[in-house]
């Protein structure tokens, strides 16, 4: 299987979406249907006997993930936001969520972003990761609980950089919450095959600027941007409401638009 498109951090978006329509050039049915299987059948093994769910993003892996687990017999499943989430990924995830879905709201509002001002379009990848702990991190460890799980599968891959344990792709947390991330070793070309082969519906994110470099996030996570002003004018273009309302608290979305008035 090909495997051309590297590091997600260093690949354009439109690479992605050039990907994506070359996607059977580069990967079979009958090669995805051997990956496929290959992993139901890793998954039932690893989690036998063991009450087991998964994290869904509605971001692509994830959508991945959830079709994989339900094959696998695995259905119960969580999505952890905020409330400063785009609307239009919100109506879609109204529209298209797995009906065993759990909704965790951490509650991370307007407010709190003004008190935060350094999570806002955070540029340093360090600052930007924070946000999937004070979010994701603390809603699946609220899920894992209360709901007295053995694992947690989650769509994270080892090709976008991501820690999904030292040898293997399961660990535990220092709050005992065990991790597992069957797609560790999957390729990005495999991923987006499974989507292609199995007409997986992707959110509208997919379709704004740098929607496969940004994925499925709150909005002021939002990264390459390159400056403050883009970034309220790319959240503009996608949800003007946002931006209006940023600026009863942020003084960078008064001024941009003030710049947008003047023009």
């Given amino acids: 299987m090909g495997d051309t498109l590297g590091r997600k951090q260093r690949i354009k978006n439109s690479d992605w979406i050039e990907a994506l329509e ?10 995805l249907d051997r990956l496929v299987e290959k992993t139901v059948k890793e998954i039932k093994k690893t989690t036998k006997g063991k009450k087991a769910a998964y994290a869904w993003s509605a971001g692509k892996d994830s959508l991945v993930l959830g079709e994989i ?18 609307k239009a990924f919100t109506d879609w995830v109204d529209a298209h969520k797995p009906p065993e879905l759990t909704i965790i709201n951490t ?9 935060h001002p350094q999570m806002l379009f955070p540029q340093d990848s360090k600052i930007a990761s924070q ?14 609980k209360e709901n007295q799980l ?13 820690y999904v344990g030292k040898g293997s792709n399961i660990y535990t947390n220092g709050q005992g919450v065990t991790r597992y991330s069957p797609l560790s070793e999957w390729t990005h070309e ?3 095959a499974f989507i292609h082969y199995y007409n997986l519906d992707m ?14 996030h709150a909005w002021p996570a939002r990264q390459w941007t390159r400056s403050t002003e883009n970034a309220w004018a790319e959240i503009y273009e996608i949800d ?3 931006v209006i309302e940023a600026a009863g608290y942020f003084q960078s979305a008064e001024a941009f638009l003030k710049k947008l008035k003047n023009k």
């Fill in 22 to 31: 070359k996607i059977e050039q580069t990967v079979s049915r009958k090669e």
């Fill in 203 to 216: 959110p509208p994110i997919y379709g704004w600027k740098n929607g496969y470099l940004c994925g499925t």
């Fill in 150 to 162: 053995d694992m947690l599968l989650l769509g994270r891959r080892r090709a976008d950089g991501n």
């Fill in 131 to 144: 946000w999937f702990h004070i979010v994701q991190h603390r809603g699946q460890t609220k899920y894992y």
């Fill in 240 to 242: 003007s409401s946002i």
């Fill in 69 to 86: 687990c339900r094959m696998a017999g695995i259905t119960p499943c969580v999505l952890v936001v905020c409330n400063l989430e785009y």
């Fill in 190 to 192: 495999q991923i987006l």
């Fill in 107 to 115: 509650g991370q509002d307007m407010k709190w972003l003004a008190d």
